[in-house]
């Protein structure tokens, strides 16, 4: 079992930056693929991007390749979605979420993740 936890939202200009953590507990951290997931008011939640439990494999929604990079740091237990050149459509609450472990299946669909984070609100100002 891994429990999640998402930091570094915030307001910011369209255009801007900002660098979202996801900081899991646990010594098996390694084991887990984790993804990231946003949905906005009135919206169902959408894939944004994941990386698989070895790190060598990245995938990301149409809305933002080419502008978020995800990247893990296994010494550190996290997960980093740095996000750039940010629209107002960015506008949403930012989840990170993990599979089972040593999950190998795809990594699109919400329904393959047992653990989600809290959330973190991420708001984009035009």
């Known amino acids: 079992q891994v429990q999640l936890v998402e930091s570094g939202g915030g307001l910011v200009q369209a255009g801007g930056s900002l660098r979202l953590s996801c900081a899991a507990s646990?010594?098996?951290?390694?084991?887990?693929?984790i993804g990231w997931f946003r949905q906005a008011p009135g919206k169902e939640r959408e894939f944004v991007a994941a990386i698989n439990w070895r790190g060598g494999s990245t995938y990301y929604g149409d809305s933002v390749k080419g502008r978020f990079t995800i990247s893990r740091d296994n010494a550190k237990n996290t997960v980093y979605l740095q996000m750039d050149s940010l629209k107002p459509e960015d506008t949403a609450v930012y989840y990170c979420a993990a599979p089972s472990q040593y999950y190998s299946g795809s990594l699109y669909p919400s329904y393959e993740y047992a653990y989600w984070g809290q959330g973190t609100q991420v708001t984009v100002s035009s």
């Open positions: 646990g010594r098996t951290f390694s084991r887990y693929a």
